[in-house]
């Protein structure tokens, strides 16, 4: 390998649905790659933390669009990870309750509040590239030219699996079936809705993680990531 990842790939996307394994492992690449991780759910999270907390009427369109717009949100990358901030607050841990979860449709289903998040996701990446970037529109409306896509899946038992072990760990009092049920709700509303709904961008890689320990899966999105490097390489020798 002559060149490295940094210098011949700007945007890696990974899009999947909730419990995928999409969060690990756009973290875990970009810290095995060098690259900044752009957590686009956190965004969406940190929008709906704030509409709660404000009191919003959640079905308002101009008023979450509003807030989308003056939202003072800021992702800060630190050694362990991304740290999430409201004017200046760490909101890292309050975005990851039940109640954000439940409720960041309603932001995310909003026409107008996308088409501001996704500005503010171009603008990031100007400043952060290169970048693993991971949400559910990244490769098919975020970053549509990116040179490496990933679609990452896994059964809805797994996924629910998954999440239910996380909230355990952060002290959350829910059940395997409440989490199992919410995941199938939210995985008919994402994919079903009318604006950028989830679905596996044209030329993605589809990775299914349900039997895959994250070690496995990192190695399986790396293993791609230098293939692509040594196509771009040919392509390059060729020119
Ligand atoms: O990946 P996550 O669970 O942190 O995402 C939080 C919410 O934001 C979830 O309702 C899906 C939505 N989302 C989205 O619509 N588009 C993205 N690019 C990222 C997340």
Redesign the pocket.
């Known amino acids: 390998m002559t060149k490295s990842a940094k210098q011949s790939i700007r945007v890696i996307t990974i899009?999947g649905?909730?419990?995928s394994g999409?969060?690990t492992a756009a973290r875990k690449l970009a810290q095995r790659l060098g690259f900044a991780h752009l957590?686009?759910?956190?965004?969406?999270?940190a929008v709906?933390f704030q509409a709660l907390r404000q009191g919003l009427n959640l079905r308002d369109s101009a008023e979450l669009i509003n807030l989308t717009k003056q939202i003072d949100l800021d992702l800060v990358p630190t050694a362990h990870g991304t740290e999430v901030t409201i004017c200046g607050q760490d909101v890292t841990e309050l975005?990851?309750t039940v109640e954000?979860?439940e409720n960041?449709?309603f932001?995310?289903?909003r026409r107008g509040v996308?088409d501001e998040?996704v500005k503010r996701?171009r603008k990031l990446a100007r400043k952060l590239a290169p970048l693993v970037?991971?949400?559910?529109?990244?490769g098919t409306?975020?970053f549509p030219h990116a040179q490496l896509k990933f679609f990452l899946d896994a059964d809805p038992a797994t996924r629910a699996r998954r999440r239910y072990q996380q909230l355990q760990s952060s002290g959350e009092n829910v059940t395997y079936e409440q989490i199992l049920s919410g995941i199938q709700t939210?995985d008919a509303?994402?994919s079903t809705?009318s604006t950028?709904p989830?679905e596996v961008p044209p030329g993605a890689i589809i990775v299914d993680t349900t039997n895959m320990s994250v070690e496995k899966m990192v190695d399986e999105l790396a293993r791609h990531v230098q293939r692509i490097l040594s196509t771009l390489e040919q392509r390059q020798s060729k020119q």
């Open positions: 899009d649905p909730s419990g999409k969060s957590d686009t759910g956190a965004m969406y999270r709906t975005i990851r954000v979860t960041a449709h932001i995310a289903s996308r998040m996701q970037a991971e949400g559910r529109d990244q409306v975020v939210r509303r994402d809705r950028a989830l």
